[in-house]
């Protein structure tokens, strides 16, 4: 049980949880951008059509297990030990089915014998994320964020220095690799000493066929997701060339950073809070309101200023050889950062049990995606992005529908808590495409157009009285609470 104030509990749990992805994030983001330096497009296009099979086994592996973890209740103490025990059953054959198949899927690729140790080298990962998968549940389900800070970014500021080195060496795509796999090893370490116990060598098959039916729902979900993604990549590698598929692929990661950073830390902290406020679904609602307004005041800006300045992050953190990412990187911009609208309420709706819901409207939503992909594959790569776009805004409409249904969320009420800042973005995005700053060096210009804008929009928000301000008042004053069992 436990027990505090909703508004600090969650205003803490984001802190920390944001903290650790900024920083995790960060450190791969520079070793992106160093690798980018020293590899070519085609390089990367090869490690995306990888993450392909690797990503898929992932989905495979973790199947909402860690989800399941949290929501389940009272089920005693033989729950972690089951789902952990459970999940890494999973790792083991679907690192076989890499292993075997790995010779067969570099011939299908590139027909490069490399690609098959690269393949069995990478597939490894699958152990290390079940299992740190399963020690994040665990510590989230009890609101242990600090400890999640602690064994997040430290490891990922290790391996992000391992394998910047491996990269000036000359070691190319396995600095990546080396990079993803020492990070979730080290973490491993690390809850492992916070979390100390080992999972205990019981299972309870009660305990199994509950989150098996709970986590099979987001599974095919996450399956669905996975699969849509993963086609256009292949599709693109296949129609196309693997420098196209590497600029598309650079366009997808950089503003993929900001989101991964964005829905993992709402979704680590806010589905914990949501399944403790199960029977309490006014307060839930109120809680995802407010959770809405802020990621829209947060989030929104920064998809204007990679929009406004494309050109520039091209050019200064990276190089010439990369300006045909820029098309892709104002596209996607726009895509992952209007992905939380509707991942928060999601997020809620699973937690109150129904991730039934959650995948109707996903199987809904992949179908119209796969058709879209269908009639845009022959158009160019600029428009399967595009079409991409329509789908996450169609998905917008459509989870505004269950929204209503099982949260109580009515269309109007969403609409409130949505227009009001994207207004305000799209206002100072019309008035700085039309500023030009002349100060001579390219880096001052960069970085004084993001002051103003922020400072610009900061000002609005106070002034016009937007309700996020309330919001984040009444968070700082901490005159909400409830007992969170």
């Known amino acids: 049980m436990i027990n505090g104030k909703v508004s600090t509990l969650v205003f803490k749990g984001l802190s920390w949880s944001f903290a650790s992805r900024s920083i995790g994030n960060l450190a791969q983001l520079i070793v992106f951008f160093v690798l980018a330096k020293y590899l070519e497009p085609a390089d990367f296009g090869i490690m995306a059509l990888l993450a392909v099979f690797i990503n898929i086994c992932n989905i495979f592996v ?6 399941a973890n ?4 009272n089920l005693g103490k033989n729950r972690y030990s089951t789902i952990f025990y459970l999940g890494l059953a999973l790792s083991i054959l679907f690192y076989s089915i890499i292993y075997v198949t790995a010779p067969y899927l570099s011939v299908w690729l590139a027909n490069d014998a490399e690609l098959v140790s690269l393949l069995r080298i990478y597939g490894l990962t699958i152990f290390f994320t079940v299992i740190n998968t399963m020690q994040i549940s665990e510590l989230s389900r009890n609101f242990e964020f600090e400890k999640i ?8 500021i290790v391996s992000g220095v391992v394998s910047v080195y491996l990269a000036y060496s000359g070691f190319g795509i396995y600095a990546l690799i080396v990079n993803v796999a020492l990070s979730r090893l080290l973490s491993i370490l690390f809850y492992s000493y916070y979390y100390s116990p080992f999972p205990r060598l019981k299972i309870n098959f009660t305990i199994v066929k509950k989150s098996t039916l709970y986590s099979s729902n987001l599974f095919f979900v996450n399956l669905l997701d996975e699969a849509y993604k993963s086609s256009i990549l292949l599709l693109i590698g296949k129609f196309y060339n693997n420098t196209i598929l590497g600029h598309y692929n650079l366009g997808r990661q950089i503003p993929g950073f900001v989101s991964a950073i964005i829905n993992a830390t709402v979704t680590s902290v806010f589905f914990p809070v949501f399944s403790g406020l199960q029977n309490d679904l006014a307060k ?3 809680m995802l309101r407010k959770s809405n307004r802020t990621l829209n005041f947060l989030i929104f800006p920064l998809l204007c200023l990679v929009i406004l300045l494309a050109d520039e992050i091209v050019s200064i953190f990276l190089t010439d050889k990369w300006l045909p990412s820029v098309i892709y990187l104002k596209l996607f911009a726009i895509i992952l950062g209007l992905h939380h609208v509707y991942n928060t309420s999601s997020t809620y709706i699973n937690a109150l049990g129904y991730s ?8 809904f939503n992949k179908f119209i995606g796969f058709v879209v992909l269908a009639l845009t594959l022959n158009e160019g790569v600029e428009a399967i992005v595009y079409g991409q776009l329509f789908v996450v805004i169609l998905s917008i409409l459509f989870y505004a529908i269950p929204n209503r249904k099982y949260i109580k969320y009515s269309f109007k009420e969403q609409a409130v808590d949505f227009f009001p800042i994207l207004i305000v973005n799209i206002f100072l995005y019309v008035i700085f495409s039309e500023i030009n700053f002349y100060f001579s060096d390219t880096v001052t210009n960069f970085f004084f157009e993001i002051f103003a804008f922020l400072l610009m929009y ?3 928000v106070v002034v016009f009285r937007l309700r996020v301000v309330s919001d984040l008042i009444n968070i700082f004053k901490r005159n909400t609470s409830v007992k969170l069992k």
Not at 62 to 67: E, H
Not at 149 to 156: A, D, G, H, R, V
């Open 70 to 73: 949290m929501q389940i209740q």
């Open 458 to 460: 900061i000002v609005i």
């Open 62 to 67: 973790t199947a909402g297990l860690g989800n």
């Open 284 to 286: 839930g609602k109120e």
């Open 149 to 156: 800070f602690y064994c997040s970014t430290l490891p990922s």
């Open 356 to 363: 039934s819901v959650t995948l109707k409207y996903g199987i």
